[in-house]
């Protein structure tokens, strides 16, 4: 039986208790994730393979695990955000992993993007272990991490997720629960063909008017103001009118999501051929080394096939 909420009344003392979360994955979004957790008042045990990642969250006050499954012995609430599907596995199933130390009555949060089926895999593992689980990807990229202003896609039972929301509100502007386990992931799916195809169309753009010769800082500003308008449009377009592609989001993490989303369509018989093109551009980007940039340098493929420097 599941803990009704984060806040458990103890009747002994008249106060509330709070849930001690666990915290497994400390990169580009999981460490701002993490530190606003900690601001928010909750209290973390964490893992990360990166010491020095580690390092910095101990400094904000959260407490250091040496295992996944230490973090889970250790906490009420498991919190993962790693790279990929396979790293997931690693983190739940492993030897030292986090199956290894749950126990009934926890709650794991996945919020890393991976295969649907992934989340489902997990879900049932925990359910074995009459362990809740929710699939819990986010989008909002570094700037939505670090100003607690993530859109969180949640996909597991109602009194999963109401467990959960208030440690998701620490992280997140817009919490919706999508579904059962696995909508979540298929949420996010989508919402990375969209984001993926939109930085496409942006970089086609701003290409055309760099060619033609006109002011990309008022072609973004004209763009704005219209039908046109978008967030990446907004913050991508400054990137490429800047020449940054210091990642917030890196090219290989997009083309991870990209196929994430074709496989899915491809197991539903979906075609998705504009994704495909995107992917593609992808591709071509890792290929020439440049895989860490932002997924808004899919511009410098269009300049360099348009024959335009940056």
Wanted: hydrophobic residues 45%.
């Amino acid at each position: 039986m599941i803990r009704p909420l984060r806040l458990d009344l103890c009747e002994a003392k008249g106060e509330f208790q709070v849930e001690k979360i666990g915290f497994i994955g400390l990169g580009i979004m999981g460490n701002p994730m993490c530190l606003n957790l900690i601001k928010a008042g909750h209290s973390l045990v964490i893992y990360d393979i990166d010491p020095n990642a580690v390092a910095g969250a101990v400094d904000a006050g959260a407490a250091a695990a040496s295992s996944c499954r230490e973090v889970a012995k250790e906490s009420d609430v498991i919190i993962t955000m790693v790279p990929d599907s396979p790293e997931v596995e690693a983190v739940v199933f492993g030897e030292d992993g986090v199956l290894a130390g749950v126990r009934p009555g926890m709650l794991f949060i996945d919020m890393s993007t991976i295969a649907p089926a992934t989340s489902i895999k997990v879900y049932e593992a925990m359910k074995t272990m009459e362990v809740e689980a929710l699939d819990a990807p986010v989008s909002g990229g570094q700037v939505g991490a670090e100003a607690a202003t993530l859109s969180i896609m949640v996909g597991g039972s109602e009194e999963a997720f109401q467990r959960g929301l208030p440690i998701l509100q620490s992280m997140g502007s817009n919490i919706v629960h999508i579904g059962a386990a696995g909508a979540g992931q298929v949420t996010k799916a989508c919402n990375q063909i969209i984001v993926g195809m939109t930085i496409q169309a942006v970089a086609e753009a701003l290409t055309l008017a760099r060619k033609s010769g006109v002011d990309l800082v008022r072609v973004r500003e004209a763009l704005l103001g219209g039908f046109a308008q978008s967030r990446i449009l907004d913050l991508h377009g400054q990137r490429v009118i800047d020449g940054n592609y210091k990642p917030g989001f890196k090219v290989k993490l997009h083309r991870k999501d990209m196929n994430i989303a074709l496989q899915t369509g491809r197991e539903l018989s979906v075609p998705l051929p504009g994704s495909a093109i995107v992917a593609g551009q992808m591709d071509a980007l890792l290929a020439q080394g440049r895989g860490e940039l932002d997924h808004a340098s899919l511009v410098l493929l269009e300049q360099e096939l348009a024959n335009v420097a940056d």
